[in-house]
């Protein structure tokens, strides 16, 4: 939030990043088109980099014309050859819908945006106990995650339908597993083509 780019700032960071809940992994509830901007006010001149819900170079496009500097990608790296991603949850990013995640508390025990899944549905549960607080969730899932993740590989042991991961919402623009390289080529083009039909229109407005 603001509050808390203005506390950064004044500790003396270099950069300030400005996530929107979009984004994968712990996150907040303030939407990237609404964020990006208040923090861009609140701590200026501190560079901002805008975060959540950047996947290609139209969004890095936007996050620029929001006031940001630059640009923090996560989630598109994630389906991507070189990606260390596990191929089960690999597998259930490529096939998923931005509608598919959901901020839960069920791993880390802080809200963090991940694949929405039978666990995830199960934590959520009004008539469960609820996610423990941060460091005890993990603490208490870790062994449990752990053979999830084992046995997600097998067919049939019903463990890949547990299986979940921290990504954003542009999960759902990632359905082909590209080369990180390619990633990059097609983000800068898309951003320079932008960024020349920008200025045409400005041209031909004055």
């Known amino acids: ?21 979009e984004g994968g992994g712990h996150t907040g509830e303030i939407a990237t088109m609404v964020l990006v901007p208040q923090v861009v006010d609140a701590v200026a001149p501190t560079p901002v980099l805008a975060a959540g819900g950047i996947a290609n170079g139209r969004q890095v496009a936007a996050s620029m014309a929001l006031g940001a500097q630059g640009a923090w990608c996560g989630s598109v790296w994630l389906t991507t050859e070189e990606a260390e991603t596990p191929p089960v949850i690999k597998q259930k990013y490529l096939a998923a819908d931005s509608k598919d995640t959901v901020r839960s508390r069920s791993i880390t025990g802080k809200p963090a945006r991940m694949l929405k899944t039978s666990w995830t549905e199960q934590w959520e549960r009004p008539d469960g106990p609820g996610p423990l607080a941060m460091p005890l969730q993990p603490l208490l899932v870790a062994q449990a995650q752990a ?18 991961y921290f990504v954003g919402q542009v999960v759902g623009q990632m359905n082909n597993t590209r080369k990180a390289g390619q990633v990059v080529l097609e983000m800068v083009q898309e951003y320079a083509d932008v960024a020349s039909r920008f200025a045409d229109e400005v041209a031909s407005a004055t």
């Open 147 to 164: 053979r999830i993740n084992r046995a997600a590989h097998t067919p049939g042991s019903g463990a890949e339908e547990l299986a979940t």
């Open 1 to 21: 939030t603001p509050r808390h780019a203005v506390a950064h700032k004044n500790a003396g960071v270099d950069i300030v990043v400005a996530q929107g809940t």
